[in-house]
């Protein structure tokens, strides 16, 4: 029998990178956990070290990562403990590692993912803010790294199962005319126009369908991860966002579908567990067990689909208009959306000025082309500042 395939698992303390390690964890002879990454939750990334025995666990939080080091170091551990965002990207280029998951949220997981794709590894995605960032710039160190870019988003994966056989991220699909993301509508699907104003972080917080991380929770009640997914989707399958579609899909079955030339409609069903995705790109081309239990259609009984309400949820047309624009402006917008997030979870901006904020950040701060890393930090800074300078107590215009 082979090697265990050595992986590193970024945002290991995460929604995406705990179920991960569950996928990981059934499968002992096919994977070995290389390293482990996350910001400051150093308890649990203990804990998972205890369980794992990986080489190097890595905190960007230096004090974290004493805490961590002591940790393991009073239990016997033979784990090395590293601090700071380089030590994660030499962690991601080690050469036991075959892959890698992207799963740090939000921009803070750019550089590291970045390194992954010119180490030559397979990416695995979740960390779809560093794509919408950078644009083609990561499509392009995949391919000059000579390694495999699989999406994890359970949408884009889907898209990915439903391409022709041998198809690899990044190409322009043959025969296919449309990618149709599904959304389930989020917490706020049927919610008046008038009460969104007033949504709590945690009402903004309790998808119906999915448990995931407090950032992309937010994203999915304003239906700005649509609008993400969109610009992810253009530059994953090398398609302009016209044919990026959408449609809501309450029950989060049908997790996305592919549109052919000849009529055909392929689409993959399962039910809304991330371990399914994160299964199938690690074991690709092969499959395994993830851990998921297959859908009884039956008792599911209906599948209902509806358009997108752009009135109550102007967020996906926020992110057209920056596909279109495209250069900075997907930077833009994401980073004016990570700063809006994070001001409406600490209750210092409500949930319709997400997208208000974003809108002026667009409208004010100048996309220009990206030609290097530099050109996409650039962007995020100005707009980062743009934006809490909106939201800013004494002189914002959406306090
Ligand atoms: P969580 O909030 O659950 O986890 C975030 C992870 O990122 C934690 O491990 C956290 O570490 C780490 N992190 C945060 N900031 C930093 C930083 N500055 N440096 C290093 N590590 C950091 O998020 P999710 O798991 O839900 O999402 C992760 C990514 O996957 C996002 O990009 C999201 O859009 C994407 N995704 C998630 C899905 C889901 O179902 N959850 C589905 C599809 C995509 P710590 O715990 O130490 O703070």
Known sequence: MSEPLGIAVLGS???????????????PDRFRVTSLGANRNWQQIVEQAQHFQPDTVV????????AARAALRACGSQTRVESGVAALESAVSAANVRMVMAAIVGAAGLLPTLAAARAG???????KESLVMTGHLLMEQV??????????DSEHNAIFQCMPAGYLAGATPKGVTHVILT?????FRTTPAADLATMSPDQACAHPKWKMGRKISVDSA???????????????FGLPESRVDIVVHPQSIVHSLVQYTDGSLLAQLGAPDMRTPIAQAMAWPERISSGVQSLDLAAIGRLDFEPPDHGRFPSIELARAAARAGGTAPALL??????AVQAFLDRRLNFTGIAAVIDQVLQHVEACPVRTLDD?????ATARRFAAALIEPARGAFA
């Open 376 to 380: 996409v930090l650039a962007a995020d």
């Open 121 to 127: 590894k397979r990416v695995l995605l979740a960390n």
């Open 334 to 339: 994401n980073a004016a959306n990570e700063v």
């Open 59 to 66: 905190l960007v939080d230096p004090s974290a990562a004493a």
């Open 222 to 236: 304003t239906l700005m991860n649509k609008g993400l997914e969109t610009i992810e989707a253009t530059l994953l």
């Open 143 to 152: 391919r000059a790294g000579g390694g495999e870019l699989i999406p994890i």
């Open 13 to 27: 303390t995460g929604s995406i990178g705990r179920s991960t390690l569950a996928v990981i964890d059934a499968h």
């Open 183 to 187: 959304a389930s509508g989020g917490p």
